[in-house]
């Protein structure tokens, strides 16, 4: 019986040290979000847009907290949110790099929260604005990034977000 439990050890040992040998799962690319959102803007014309910095108790944060409730308390590898300060202009882009894959899914949540509550007729959305944000959000990721752009190159500037990790 010794002989049997020593020989079942030393093959589940052999095993997982086969295991360690095995294919990586590879690395994620890593992209720089700040200069991604700089060249969309000096590519694609949006009016007026406005940085949240969620450090900036005074006003970047109560901007975040206001126009995308949870985000600015996630713990986030990278966090680039630029609204437009016309409201109706309707141009926006919110980019972020999660942690984790659950945060990754809320981010897309958060996001995809943002184009419905703008989408719809309600207090503070002007008619040309709500068209805007139906035709033209869209919500875009790639691995842990997850980009949010209303814009009407959205097409263009989400394939341009898409190349960034080829």
């Known amino acids: 019986m010794k002989k049997f439990l020593a ?3 030393a093959a589940v040992l052999c095993l997982s040290l086969l295991t360690a040998c095995g294919p ?38 109560i901007m975040l907290e206001n126009n ?11 966090l680039e949110v630029y ?18 894959p659950e945060d990754t899914a809320k981010v897309k949540e958060i996001f995809q929260n943002r184009i419905t509550t703008k989408s719809t007729d309600g207090p ?18 790639n691995g842990s990034y997850v980009m949010l752009v209303n ?3 959205s097409e263009a ?3 341009e977000f898409e190349a960034l990790f080829k």
Do not use: R
Request: charged share 30%; glycine share 6%.
């Open 68 to 78: 995308y409730p949870g985000l600015k308390d996630m713990d986030l590898e990278q």
């Open 151 to 153: 814009h009407p190159d």
């Open 7 to 9: 020989l079942c050890t």
């Open 83 to 100: 609204l437009a300060m016309i409201s109706f202009s309707g141009g926006e882009l919110a980019l972020a790099q999660a942690k984790s």
């Open 124 to 141: 503070g959305n002007y008619p040309e604005e709500v068209e805007m944000w139906k035709k033209s959000a869209k919500v875009v990721d």
């Open 24 to 61: 990586k799962e590879p690395e994620e690319k890593q992209v720089d979000l700040a200069a991604f959102a700089q060249t969309v803007q000096e590519n694609h014309e949006f009016a007026a847009l406005e940085k949240a910095d969620p450090a900036d108790q005074e006003m970047g944060a």
């Open 157 to 159: 500037i989400a394939g």
